[in-house]
């Protein structure tokens, strides 16, 4: 990791009054972007560009565009300085040292496909991550937003403890665009402004198993009744699908997972410095009768704290989660055994 160091801030006053001198601990942060090129991983990448919680900022993609997109951003004044890498053999380099390692790197989803089906084409792209983070940077955090999550961030634990380097309180799959749609949703429903309240979303990322909880809903002045909030929740499950139906199959909500996974990312900067913030991630988790699950996570300079643990709940979310439980099982099922395809694979070759 890089070297912590002391900096000093000097602020002067009035020439007959003393000067106060204030010492801050900070870091030099270096995050590094799995998939620069795409839509998420460049928009990404722009926005992580005004962030000076980062010193410095490492964009990687097997296609040569990367270097492009790693030029014009190192034309912007301020923030962390760029640097850009491609290809496989330059991998390892793109995240050596690196305390947070995002995978935004994804096979988008096509309409009338569901996220299962992403499973094949992009655990290819998480099993090299893996492995070179295994031999390179064992100790980085690692945030995916790799579709399917519920799916894809068990593939990546069993990947990293097959190798020897998992540490359950360090890999998060990213789940905040559905507190954020959530809020808008919800904000849109009660004519509030979206920024002034909060509901919590719990279970996986899928449109089977989000389950939001607007039974606690912050601030507690605000309530819905049954029939609105199955609306509501069915309008989130949808959100996803429906984007990438109205792009006609040349993306998915691109922009929106840009935007979120930088708020997710502005958070885990802040727990990296020494703050202790909430995210809503997809973790290791025991508490709900699964292995993984969704929800808000605290977290520290050393990973995370606290999973997502218990709520009350109104009847109504009880049965939404009972409904998503076994579907979750299946698809961390799904997502370790693509481990032990890769083995087969990598023993015939």
């Known amino acids: 990791m890089l070297i912590s160091k002391l900096k000093t801030l000097k602020i002067l006053f009035h020439k007959d009054r003393k000067i106060q001198v204030t010492y801050i601990h900070l870091r030099n942060i270096q995050v590094s972007i799995i998939g620069a090129v795409c839509d998420i991983g460049a928009n990404l990448a722009l926005l992580l560009k005004r962030n000076n919680k980062i010193s410095r900022l490492h964009l990687y993609d097997n296609y040569e565009k990367v270097n492009a997109i790693g030029l014009e951003l190192s034309h912007l004044p301020g923030g962390p300085h760029i640097s850009s890498f491609v290809g496989e053999c330059m991998l390892s380099s793109s995240i050596r040292y690196s305390d947070l390692v995002v995978m935004v790197d994804r096979i988008a989803r096509k309409p009338g496909n569901v996220r299962e089906q992403m499973i094949p084409s992009n655990t290819p792209l998480v099993y090299k991550l893996c492995k070179v983070m295994c031999e390179q940077n064992s100790n980085a955090i690692l945030a995916i937003s790799t579709s399917p999550i519920n799916s894809i961030v068990p593939f990546a634990s069993a990947l990293l403890y097959k190798y020897g380097s998992y540490n359950p309180f360090k890999v998060f799959g990213i789940t905040h665009l559905d507190v954020a749609r959530v809020r808008t949703l919800t904000a849109s429903a009660l004519q509030v402004n979206p920024t002034k309240i909060y509901v919590p979303v719990i279970g996986g990322h899928s449109d089977e198993t989000i389950v939001p909880l607007f039974s606690n809903i912050s601030p507690n002045c605000y309530t819905l009744d049954e029939p609105k909030t199955d609306m509501l929740t069915k309008l989130l499950r949808k959100s996803g699908t429906e984007v990438v139906n109205k792009k006609l199959g040349i993306g998915s909500a691109t922009l929106a997972m840009a935007w979120s996974v930088n708020e997710f990312v502005d958070c885990i900067l802040d727990a990296i410095r020494g703050a202790e913030v909430m995210v809503n991630a997809y973790t290791a988790n025991p508490h709900f009768g699964t292995k993984y699950f969704s929800g808000p996570t605290l977290v520290g300079s050393n990973g995370i704290i606290q999973p997502c ?33 890769f083995e087969s694979i990598s023993k015939k070759i």
């Open 309 to 341: 643990f218990d709520f009350s709940m109104s009847d109504y979310e009880h049965t939404l989660l009972n409904t998503a439980l076994p579907i979750i099982n299946r698809d961390v099922i799904k997502g370790e055994q693509h481990v032990q395809i």
